[in-house]
C-alpha cells in the first residue's frame, strides 16, 4: 500500500497482531474493564512468540539471519496487504491509545518510560512485525503499459484489419501463386501504423510519469531511540512497537507516537488532515478522535518548533499514514471517459462492418460465386471499414492538446484524461493550498474599536487605515518585538509575501503585515534588543518579551504580550483608543467581546497584544529580569488590539468557481479543516453564493435552534466529519441531491473517498483536487485526480491523473475549456472520417452486386486514410470553441456520447451518400469516356478481370486488351481518388463546427486552411507524378475531370450551411436534434 511518498509500508501487523499488541477496536474500546484486562494480559503471553537462548544468538538475530527472515516476512505482508478488505479500510480508524493512562499504555506495550526496550525484545518484534520501511508501490509493469497502448481501446480493431488483410492474401494466393499485393501491402500498413502510434502514446505517458520518480523524500531516514537506558541513532525502519523515541524542530516523525512530555512542540499535519497551521503537540488528551487530539503524532509530518519524548504505538501499515497508502493502492483505476466512449465507436463499427460484410456474404453466394471468393469479398468490406488513420489522429490529437495545456500548467499523465476534464460535472476540491494560497496572512485587525480589513492579495498594495495612527503604530510595534520568526538573509531584493521566513507561520504573517507598513522590521528590533523572554506554551497561552527602547530620549523597558485575546485581555486595566489610553471598563470589555466574536466567526486566527512600559525606577537598564521565577509584573498592561489571520484564497479562484458555475459545473470543497474556516473561504470563493443560507445561518435569522430548521430549507449546508461518519450512503445521496452548495469540513481521508463515491452514484463524472496524503484515496477513486505540483505530496502526485504545475484552481477552468474542446473536435473528426469510409466501402458492393469493375484499388484508400485526410483531420484539433462551450452544462453521459446515431446518421447517411454520388458520377463519366457507357458497364466485371480476353468490346465496338483495360482501370482509381478529396474539402469546411455557422466561426484556424493546401498538393502528386504508375497505382487523367465531383461538394457544403441556421433559428427543433451532431 502507497504512503506519503508512493512507497508501500511494509509492517504488516494484522487486525490481530494489533490485538495481540492491546489496540482497541470499537468493540474493544467500548468493552468493560475487565474484558480489556482479559485482552492485555493475553498480549503480555503472545507478545514473545521467539526465544533468544544467549546474546550471541541476539547477535545473530540481528545478522544476516535476521535480514533474511525479514525479507521473507516483508512479502507475506505484502502479499497480504494486496488482498485486505478495502470497504474495511474505508472504515474510520478507532483506537484507544491517546485516551489510556500513559501508564497502562507502558503496560500494554511491555516497555519501560525511563529505560526504553531491550535489544533483545527489540530484535524479537523486528522479525515478527518487519521493518518500519517504505518498499516501492504495485504498479503496473512498463511491458504490460507498452502492451496496453499496443492492443487495447481502438488499436484492436486495426489488427482485426490486418489479421483478415493476411487471411485474404492468403486465399488469393491458393488461387494464384502471383496474386496482387494490395491486401498484403495494406496488412503490413495497418500493423505498421497501430504499432507507430501505440509506441508513440505509450512515450507520451512514459514522458509525463517521469515526474513521478522521486518518492524516496518524505522517508524519515534516522530516529533517536532510547533503549536500555541508552540513546541511540538508529535507521528508521529499525523502529518497533513501544520504542521511546525523541523528535524535535526539523525532523519527520518516523512512526504514530504517544506523546510522553513536550516542550513548545508544533507539527505540520497540513498533509494529513489539511490544516494550514501548525498543530501544538502536548501529553493532553483533548479529543475522543485521534486525528485531533494533541498526545499523538502521526508518522511523516514534520516537527517544526520544539522538542518532545514519545512511545511508539504504531508502525508501518498500522499507521494512520499507512492505513490511507494501503486504501489508495488498493482502489481499481477509474477508466476514462474517452477509452469508454471509443471503446463504444469501435463496438458501432465492428456492428457496422460485420453487418454489412454479412449481407454482401449471402448475396454472393446467391450470385453464385465461390465460397473461396464470398469470404474474399466479406474480409474486404470489413477491412474497407476500418478507419485505418483514426486512431494516429486521435492520438496526435491528444498529444496537441497536452502539450497545449501544458504551457497552461496543466501536466496530463495519461492522453486520454484530457477529454475526462471536460466532461467533469463536480469538482471536489482540497480548501489548503488549492482554492487558498497556503500561507497565513493578516486579515483584520481592530484597534480603536474598528475592524480594519488588510489587503490579502498578493501584491497587498491597499490599506483600509493610515499607517500613522498612533494606536496601529503601537499594535505593530507589538507584534513586531513580540514575534520569533525572522527573514531568511540574502532576500532584500526579494517581494516581502515571496520571503522566506524563520519561525511559524502565524508568526510570519505578522512580520510580513508589518514589514509591509512599517517597513525595515530588522532595524527596530536592532533598536530595541531583547533582554527577556517567556515563551508561548498551551497552558498560559501567552508569550512575553522585554525590550530596550529609547522613549523620548532615555532609555527604558517596554513589556510586551501576545496570545488568546481572552488570555490577554484578563491581564490589562487599560486600553489604547485613539493615540491614548483609557479604562478598560465594561463597555470596552463589550467593544472587545463583539469584535472578537466577529473575527472569530470569519474562522479566522485571532491574537491579542498589549505593551506595558516599566517604570525605569524599579527596572533601570541592566535589571536582571527573570522569566523562571518571575521578577516583572504580567498584569496592569495596556491593551493594543487584535489581529487576525487566515490563509487566503488565491485571487483568481472566486473567478474560476464562476466560470465552473456558468458551465454547469458543481464546485464543493472537502476539507479536513475547521468548519468555521472552511465556510468562511467557501464565501469569499463563491462555492456559497451570496444570498444561500445554510441550515445554521436561516436558525440565527429566525432566532430559534438548528434542530428546528428543516435541512432542506437550506440551499447550502456545511457537514462536519463527525456527522459524516454517522450517515448512510443514502443519507449522503440526498445531501447531495438536495442541496446545491455544499462544504465538508474536519473530514478523514476515508470520508473524502465516500464523498467522492457518493458523487459518481448519482452519476457524475467527478474530478478531485487535492495536495496531501488525505486527498489520495479521493484522487484514485476519481474520474480525473488532480493534484498540486509545487505543494503536492508525492503520494497525491502518483495517485493522480493531471498535475497543476502552479497549484492554481484557475487552471483547471483552462484544461475543462480544453477538455470540451477536444471532445468537441474529435466529434468532428470522427464525424469528417465517417463520411470518406461510405465512398471507399461503395466500390466493393458495386463490384459484387452488379460486377462492376472496381472502380477504387486498396492501395489508394491508403492513400486516402493515411495521406491526405490524415492532416486536415488533424488540423481540426487546432479549431477555436464554439462561443457556448463555457455556457452549457456537462454533457450527459449516456445520451451525448462521441459516437452518436445522429453522426453516424450525418456523417455517413447524408455527407457519404452525397460523396458516393460524386465518385460513382465521376467513375461512370470516366468509362463512359473511354467509350464504356453504363448499360455495358453492368456485368462486365468477369470479363474485364479476365486475362485470357484481349478483345473486349465497348460500347462503339472498340476492342480492348486486357493491359488497355487495366490502364483504364487504374486512371478510374485516381479519379475516383481525386473525387473523394474534393469533396473532403467541402466536408472539412461541414465539419469545422458543429452549431456556428462557416460565416460566424471564420476561417482563423490557419492550420486547416494549409491541410486543404497540403491536401491538395499530395492528390496532384499522386495523380501525376511520372512513375508512380506501376508502383502505386495512379493513372493521370485529365483535367476536366476535376469539374465533375465539384457541384456535389457544392450541395454538400449549402445543405450543412442551411441545416445550421435553421437549427439556430428554431432551436429544440426536429433539424436541431435530429440533423446536428
Known amino acids: 500500500m502507497t504512503s506519503q511518498n508512493g512507497y508501500h509500508l511494509a509492517s504488516a501487523c494484522s487486525s490481530e497482531g494489533a490485538t495481540n499488541l492491546g489496540y482497541s477496536f470499537d468493540e474493544e474500546a467500548n468493552g468493560d474493564t475487565k474484558n480489556n484486562k482479559g485482552k492485555e494480559a493475553a498480549a503480555k503471553e503472545s507478545v514473545l512468540p521467539l526465544r533468544v537462548e544467549s546474546s550471541n544468538q541476539l547477535t545473530e538475530l540481528s545478522g544476516t539471519t535476521t535480514k533474511k527472515e525479514m525479507k521473507s516476512k516483508k512479502k507475506k505482508k505484502k502479499a497480504k496487504s494486496g488482498s485486505e478488505d478495502v470497504d474495511k479500510l474505508k472504515s474510520e480508524m478507532e483506537m484507544d491509545d491517546h485516551k489510556i493512562p500513559i501508564e497502562d499504555l507502558f503496560s500494554r506495550l511491555q516497555t519501560n518510560a525511563v529505560t526504553g526496550l531491550s535489544e533483545r525484545m527489540a530484535a524479537e518484534r523486528l522479525l515478527r512485525d518487519g521493518p518500519n520501511s517504505l518498499s516501492p508501490p504495485k504498479d503496473t509493469p512498463q511491458i504490460i503499459k507498452f502492451l496496453d497502448k499496443m492492443f487495447g481501446g481502438f488499436a484492436i480493431l486495426l489488427w482485426i484489419g490486418a489479421v483478415l488483410c493476411f487471411i485474404a492474401y492468403g486465399i488469393q494466393f491458393s488461387d494464384d501463386p502471383k496474386p496482387d499485393g494490395d491486401n498484403l501491402y495494406l496488412a503490413i500498413v495497418l500493423v505498421v501504423v497501430v504499432a507507430v502510434t501505440g509506441a508513440f502514446s505509450y512515450y507520451q505517458d512514459y514522458s509525463s510519469s517521469k515526474v513521478m520518480e522521486s518518492f524516496k523524500n518524505l522517508i524519515p531516514q534516522y530516529a533517536l531511540v532510547i533503549r536500555e537506558e541508552k540513546q541511540l541513532t538508529l535507521l528508521a525502519d529499525q523502529l518497533v512497537v513501544g520504542d521511546l523515541v525523541e523528535i524535535k524542530f526539523g525532523d519527520r516523525v518516523p512512526a504514530d507516537l504517544r506523546i510522553i512530555s513536550a516542550?513548545?512542540?508544533?507539527?505540520?499535519?497540513?498533509?494529513?488532515?489539511?490544516?494550514?497551521?501548525?498543530?501544538?503537540?502536548?501529553?493532553?488528551?483533548?479529543?475522543?478522535?485521534p486525528l485531533e487530539t494533541k498526545n499523538i503524532a502521526f508518522f511523516s509530518t514534520n516537527v517544526i518548533e520544539g522538542t518532545a519524548r514519545g512511545v511508539v504505538i504504531r508502525t508501518g501499515e498500522n499507521t494512520v499514514m499507512g492505513r490511507i497508502a494501503n486504501l489508495t493502492s488498493g482502489l481499481d483505476t477509474t477508466s476514462t471517459t474517452l477509452s469508454r466512449e471509443m471503446a463504444h465507436f469501435v463496438h458501432i463499427i465492428v456492428f457496422i462492418a460485420v453487418t454489412v460484410a454479412a449481407i454482401f456474404f449471402i448475396i454472393a453466394l446467391c450470385f453464385g460465386y465461390e465460397a473461396l471468393t464470398a469470404i474474399g469479398f466479406l474480409i474486404g468490406i470489413i477491412v474497407a471499414n476500418v478507419p485505418e488513420?483514426?486512431?494516429?489522429?486521435?492520438?496526435?490529437?491528444?498529444?496537441?492538446?497536452?502539450?497545449?495545456?501544458?504551457?497552461?500548467?496543466?501536466?496530463?499523465?495519461?492522453?486520454?484524461?484530457?477529454?475526462?476534464?471536460?466532461?467533469?460535472s463536480i469538482i471536489c476540491s482540497d480548501k489548503t493550498g488549492t482554492l487558498t494560497q497556503n500561507r497565513m496572512t493578516v486579515a483584520h485587525m481592530w484597534f480603536d474599536n474598528t475592524i480594519f480589513e488588510a489587503d490579502t492579495s498578493l501584491t497587498q498594495d491597499c490599506c483600509g487605515f493610515s499607517r500613522d495612527s498612533p494606536s496601529w503604530i503601537a499594535l505593530s510595534r507589538v507584534a513586531m518585538l513580540c514575534n520569533r520568526a525572522s527573514f531568511k538573509p540574502g532576500q532584500e531584493r526579494t517581494p516581502v509575501l515571496q520571503r522566506e521566513c524563520n519561525g511559524d507561520a502565524s508568526e510570519s504573517a505578522l512580520l510580513k503585515c508589518v514589514e509591509l507598513s512599517i517597513g525595515n522590521v530588522t532595524q527596530h528590533r536592532a533598536a530595541a534588543p531583547k533582554v527577556c523572554e517567556i515563551p508561548f506554551n498551551s497552558t498560559n497561552k501567552y508569550q512575553v518579551s522585554i525590550h530596550e527602547l529609547d522613549c523620548d530620549g532615555e532609555k527604558r523597558h517596554l513589556l510586551v504580550m501576545k496570545g488568546a485575546p481572552e488570555r490577554i485581555l484578563e491581564r490589562c486595566s487599560t486600553i489604547k483608543m485613539n493615540g491614548r489610553e483609557v479604562d478598560l471598563d465594561e463597555q470596552m470589555t463589550e467593544y472587545f467581546q463583539k469584535a472578537y466574536d466577529d473575527l472569530g466567526g470569519l474562522g479566522e486566527r485571532v491574537l491579542g497584544f498589549a505593551d506595558l512600559l516599566l517604570p525605569s525606577d524599579r527596572f533601570p537598564i541592566g535589571f536582571k529580569f527573570d522569566n523562571e521565577e518571575v521578577?516583572?509584573?504580567?498584569?496592569?498592561?495596556?491593551?493594543?488590539?487584535?489581529?487576525?489571520?487566515?490563509?487566503?484564497?488565491?485571487?483568481?479562484?472566486?473567478?474560476?468557481?464562476?466560470?465552473?458555475?456558468?458551465?454547469?459545473?458543481?464546485?464543493?470543497?472537502?476539507?479536513?479543516?475547521?468548519?468555521?474556516?472552511?465556510?468562511?473561504?467557501?464565501?469569499?470563493?463563491?462555492?456559497?453564493?451570496?444570498?444561500?443560507?445554510?441550515?445554521?445561518?436561516?436558525?440565527?435569522?429566525?432566532?430559534?435552534?438548528?434542530?428546528?430548521?428543516?435541512?432542506?430549507?437550506?440551499?447550502?449546508?456545511v457537514v462536519h466529519g463527525s456527522e459524516l461518519k454517522d450517515l448512510s450512503s443514502a443519507d449522503i445521496d440526498d445531501i447531495l441531491s438536495h442541496h446545491s452548495e455544499i462544504v465538508f469540513a474536519r473530514t478523514s481521508p476515508q470520508q473524502k473517498l465516500i464523498i467522492v463515491e457518493g458523487c459518481q452514484r448519482l452519476g457524475n463524472i467527478v474530478a478531485v483536487t487535492g495536495d496531501g496524503v488525505n486527498d489520495s484515496p479521493a484522487l484514485k477513486k476519481s474520474d480525473i485526480g488532480i493534484a498540486m505540483g509545487i505543494t503536492g505530496s508525492d503520494v497525491s502526485k502518483q495517485a493522480a491523473n493531471m498535475i497543476l504545475l502552479d497549484d492554481n484552481f484557475a487552471s483547471i477552468v483552462t484544461g475543462i475549456e480544453e477538455g470540451r474542446l477536444i471532445f468537441d473536435n474529435l466529434k468532428k473528426t470522427i464525424a469528417y472520417t465517417i463520411t470518406h469510409m461510405v465512398p471507399e466501402m461503395v466500390p466493393f458492393l458495386l463490384y459484387i452486386a452488379i460486377s462492376l469493375p472496381?472502380?477504387?484499388?486498396?492501395?489508394?484508400?491508403?492513400?486516402?486514410?493515411?495521406?491526405?485526410?490524415?492532416?486536415?483531420?488533424?488540423?481540426?484539433?487546432?479549431?477555436?470553441?464554439?462561443?457556448?462551450?463555457?455556457?452549457?452544462?456537462?454533457?450527459?453521459?449516456?445520451?451525448?456520447?462521441?459516437?452518436?446515431?445522429?453522426?453516424?446518421?450525418?456523417?455517413?447517411?447524408?455527407?457519404?451518400?452525397?460523396?458516393?454520388?460524386?465518385?460513382?458520377?465521376?467513375?461512370?463519366?470516366?468509362?463512359?469516356?473511354?467509350?464504356?457507357?453504363?448499360?455495358?458497364?453492368?456485368?462486365?466485371?468477369?470479363?474485364?478481370?479476365?486475362?485470357?480476353?484481349?478483345?473486349?468490346?465497348?460500347?462503339?465496338?472498340?476492342?480492348?486488351?486486357?493491359?488497355?483495360?487495366?490502364?483504364?482501370?487504374?486512371?478510374?482509381?485516381?479519379?475516383?481518388?481525386?473525387?473523394?478529396?474534393?469533396?473532403?474539402?467541402?466536408?472539412?469546411?461541414?465539419?469545422?463546427?458543429?452549431?456556428?455557422?462557416?460565416?460566424?466561426?471564420?476561417?482563423?484556424?490557419?492550420?486547416?486552411?494549409?491541410?486543404?493546401?497540403?491536401?491538395?498538393?499530395?492528390?496532384?502528386?499522386?495523380?501525376?507524378?511520372?512513375?508512380?504508375?506501376?508502383?502505386?497505382?495512379?493513372?493521370?487523367?485529365?483535367?476536366?475531370?476535376?469539374?465533375?465531383?465539384?457541384?456535389?461538394?457544392?450541395?454538400?457544403?449549402?445543405?450543412?450551411?442551411?441545416?445550421?441556421?435553421?437549427?439556430?433559428?428554431?432551436?429544440?427543433?426536429?433539424?436541431?436534434?435530429?440533423?446536428?451532431?
Open 631 to 717: 521578577n516583572f509584573p504580567l498584569d496592569g498592561l495596556s491593551f493594543a488590539g487584535l489581529m487576525s489571520m487566515i490563509d487566503p484564497p488565491r485571487p483568481n479562484v472566486p473567478d474560476a468557481v464562476l466560470k465552473c458555475r456558468c458551465a454547469g459545473i458543481r464546485v464543493i470543497m472537502v476539507t479536513g479543516d475547521h468548519p468555521i474556516t472552511a465556510k468562511a473561504i467557501a464565501k469569499q470563493v463563491g462555492i456559497i453564493s451570496e444570498g444561500n443560507q445554510t441550515r445554521e445561518d436561516i436558525a440565527k435569522a429566525r432566532d430559534v435552534p438548528v434542530d428546528q430548521v428543516n435541512p432542506w430549507d437550506a440551499t447550502a449546508c
Open 389 to 424: 488513420g483514426l486512431l494516429a489522429t486521435v492520438c496526435v490529437m491528444l498529444t496537441l492538446t497536452a502539450k497545449r495545456m501544458a504551457r497552461k500548467n496543466c501536466l496530463v499523465k495519461n492522453l486520454e484524461c484530457v477529454e475526462t476534464l471536460g466532461s467533469c
Open 263 to 289: 516542550q513548545s512542540l508544533k507539527v505540520d499535519n497540513s498533509s494529513l488532515t489539511g490544516e494550514s497551521e501548525p498543530q501544538s503537540r502536548s501529553s493532553e488528551f483533548t479529543h475522543d478522535n
Open 854 to 1077: 472496381l472502380a477504387l484499388g486498396t492501395v489508394t484508400i491508403l492513400f486516402i486514410d493515411l495521406g491526405t485526410d490524415i492532416i486536415p483531420a488533424i488540423s481540426l484539433a487546432y479549431e477555436k470553441p464554439e462561443n457556448d462551450i463555457m455556457q452549457k452544462p456537462p454533457r450527459n453521459m449516456k445520451t451525448q456520447k462521441l459516437v452518436t446515431d445522429t453522426l453516424i446518421g450525418v456523417a455517413g447517411g447524408q455527407y457519404g451518400v452525397i460523396e458516393a454520388s460524386a465518385a460513382v458520377f465521376t467513375f461512370f463519366v470516366m468509362l463512359g469516356q473511354q467509350g464504356f457507357f453504363p448499360s455495358e458497364t453492368v456485368q462486365i466485371r468477369a470479363s474485364w478481370d479476365d486475362k485470357s480476353i484481349t478483345n473486349l468490346e465497348d460500347s462503339y465496338g472498340q476492342e480492348w486488351t486486357f493491359a488497355q483495360r487495366k490502364c483504364v482501370e487504374y486512371s478510374v482509381y485516381s479519379a475516383f481518388f481525386m473525387s473523394i478529396v474534393v469533396c473532403q474539402w467541402a466536408n472539412l469546411l461541414a465539419c469545422k463546427t458543429r452549431r456556428n455557422s462557416l460565416v460566424q466561426q471564420g476561417m482563423i484556424n490557419h492550420h486547416l486552411t494549409v491541410s486543404l493546401l497540403l491536401e491538395t498538393a499530395l492528390c496532384l502528386f499522386l495523380c501525376y507524378t511520372p512513375g508512380l504508375q506501376e508502383a502505386l497505382k495512379f493513372y493521370p487523367f485529365r483535367w476536366w475531370y476535376w469539374i465533375c465531383p465539384m457541384p456535389f461538394a457544392l450541395l454538400m457544403m449549402t445543405y450543412s450551411e442551411v441545416r445550421k441556421v435553421i437549427a439556430h433559428r428554431y432551436p429544440g427543433g426536429f433539424v436541431e436534434r435530429e440533423l446536428l451532431f
